[in-house]
């Protein structure tokens, strides 16, 4: 398996376009997570699927940011309007519990808002 | 390409005891961060230790030591006292200066009471 599969690598886009942000789970996983990484605040958890559902979505930081799972294979994090203080790096990460414990993570997606 | 592997899916340690959770890495950067993260049950990330590999102190915070190892690149977290809270995910990850970060799979550590 390829692992889990982030689209695009980087981002660059200016203030109040939309970005949507991609991930392909590693088949078969049915816990999927969306992450935002910063210096400023570390990893935080946005939204939290499984199978497909999303089960808390506490950590989405404001309307602006919506996440879709409309199949098993697919997820987007959409950020409508960009803002400059959302620049980060974002990542996706999937796991399978009753498989075992391991989370694998995306390589990440960089978003640049100017 | 760095990678970060931790080889241990799970572990078990007894309450008050002392367990060490390994972390191995592999790079050829000379200048890099080095983290653990705590996941507890909420799938939160909570920052428990950081390391910058231009430091040899090795870093501390209250019972959560490392052993920063950077020739043998290696970066082993120790929790001592163990308590029922530390019951969790935890993710060793690096970090270099142009903020690539890159995760392991985690270890789940037990505590028994």
């Known amino acids: 398996d390829a692992g889990v599969i982030q689209s695009p690598r980087h981002e660059v886009t200016e203030m109040g376009q939309e970005v949507t942000l991609r991930c392909k789970p590693i088949?078969?996983?049915?816990?999927l997570f969306w992450y935002r990484q910063t210096m400023m605040r570390g990893l935080e958890l946005l939204i939290y699927f499984n199978n497909n559902v999303p089960i808390d979505d506490s950590g989405m930081p404001e309307d602006r940011f919506s996440a879709k799972m409309p199949n098993a294979s697919f997820s987007t994090l959409k950020i409508q309007p960009s803002e400059p203080r959302d620049s980060a790096v974002y990542f996706c990460?999937?796991?399978?519990?009753?498989?075992?414990?391991?989370?694998?993570f995306g390589q990440g997606t960089r978003l640049t808002v100017v | 390409a760095q990678t970060v592997t931790q080889s241990q899916p799970e572990m078990s340690v007894q309450e008050a005891e002392t367990v060490t959770l390994s972390c191995t890495y592999d790079?050829?950067?000379?200048?890099?961060?080095l983290f653990w993260y705590k996941q507890p049950p909420s799938r939160q990330m909570i920052l428990v230790i950081r390391?910058?590999?231009?430091?040899?102190q090795n870093a501390t915070e209250n019972r959560f030591s490392v052993n920063f190892q950077k020739a043998a690149k290696s970066f082993s977290l120790k929790i001592s006292d163990s308590q029922l809270g530390d019951a969790a995910m935890y993710f060793c990850?690096?970090?270099?200066?142009?903020?690539?970060?890159?995760f392991g799979k985690g270890t789940r550590l037990h505590i028994l009471p």
């Open positions: 990460a999937s796991s399978l519990p009753v498989e075992g414990p391991e989370t694998f």
């Open positions: 990850a690096y970090l270099n200066r142009d903020d690539k970060i890159i």
């Open positions: 390391q910058e590999a231009y430091k040899q």
């Open positions: 088949s078969g996983h049915n816990s």
């Open positions: 790079t050829s950067e000379s200048d890099y961060y």
